[in-house]
C-alpha cells in the first residue's frame, strides 16, 4: 500500500474515534446552565410591624407571611388570622378564671359601659396589653347600640322559636310555600341575632375583622385562652324609664 494510502487511512480513523464519544461523555462534558435564584419579595421592617400590630402574630411569623405572599400585605394578613382563629380554637377549651373588669364612659358621661374579661393567669391579668383590649371592648360596645349578648351561646332556643313566628306572619310572606316562608324566615331571624352578638360585629378601628377575630389576635399575642364574659351598659335615663314603665 502507498505512503499516501497509509497517511489517508490514519487520517480516516482519527476521525472516526473523534466522533464515537459516547451519550454518556457528552453529558459529562456538557456545560449546565446556572439555575436562576429564587426571587424573594423585599419586606420592610415597618411592614412587619404593622402586621404584627394588625394580627398580634410574632415578628418572625409576620416576617414569613409576608414573603410567602410576595409582599401582599392583606394576603399575609389574612393567612395569619385564620391561624391565630386556630389556635385560639385550641386554646378556647382552657379555664379562664382570672381577668379584669374595664370601664368606658363616652363623651358627655351619658353613656357608660362596664365589661369582664378572662384569662388563665394573674400574670396576664396584669399585663398593660390584656387592658388595652378589655378597653377597646368596652369602646366597641359603647358604640353598638344593638349590642345586647356575647354570643350566640347566650341566646336561648324559646327566643329564636319566639322571633321565628313573629316573622312568619308577616304580610309580605302570604300565600308563599311552606318551605319558602321556612327559609325566608330562618334567614331573617339569623340576620337579627348577628345584630346582638358581640363576637360578630366588625371591630370599629378595622372593620376588615370582627370582634371575634381581634380577641384571637390577643390570644396568639398572650398565648392564653381569653374571653369576654359579661357586660353591661348604661344610659343616663334609662333606668328611670324601665321604673316608670312597670309602673
Do not use: W
Amino acid at each position: 500500500m502507498a505512503l499516501s494510502q497509509l497517511l489517508l487511512l490514519a487520517v480516516s480513523l482519527c476521525v472516526a474515534n473523534a466522533f464515537s464519544v459516547t451519550g454518556a461523555t457528552l453529558q459529562r462534558f456538557a456545560v449546565v446552565a446556572p439555575r436562576a435564584p429564587a426571587v424573594v419579595a423585599q419586606v420592610s421592617a415597618a411592614d412587619v410591624k404593622k402586621l404584627r400590630e394588625a394580627t398580634g402574630a410574632g415578628m418572625m411569623k409576620c416576617k414569613e407571611a409576608l414573603v410567602e405572599a410576595n409582599g401582599d400585605f392583606e394576603a399575609a394578613a389574612e393567612e395569619l388570622r385564620k391561624k391565630g382563629l386556630a389556635s385560639a380554637e385550641k386554646k378556647a377549651s382552657r379555664q379562664a378564671l382570672e381577668g379584669i373588669v374595664e370601664t368606658y364612659i363616652h363623651t358627655g358621661a351619658k353613656l357608660g359601659v362596664m365589661v369582664e374579661v378572662n384569662c388563665e393567669t394573674d400574670f396576664v391579668a396584669k399585663n398593660p396589653e390584656l387592658q388595652e383590649l378589655a378597653k377597646a371592648i368596652a369602646m366597641q360596645i359603647a358604640a353598638c347600640p344593638t349590642v345586647e349578648v356575647v354570643s350566640e351561646a347566650d341566646i336561648s332556643p324559646e327566643f329564636i322559636e319566639k322571633e321565628k313566628k313573629i316573622e312568619a306572619q308577616s304580610e309580605d310572606l302570604v300565600g308563599k310555600p311552606d318551605n319558602i316562608v321556612e327559609k325566608i324566615v330562618t334567614g331573617r331571624v339569623e340576620k337579627m341575632v348577628k345584630t346582638k352578638l358581640l363576637l360578630e360585629q366588625p371591630y370599629i378601628r378595622d372593620p376588615n375583622m370582627n370582634v371575634k377575630d381581634y380577641i384571637a389576635s390577643y390570644i396568639t399575642k398572650l398565648g392564653e385562652n381569653i374571653q369576654v364574659s359579661r357586660f353591661v351598659r348604661f344610659n343616663v335615663g334609662e333606668g328611670q324609664m324601665a321604673a316608670a314603665s312597670e309602673e
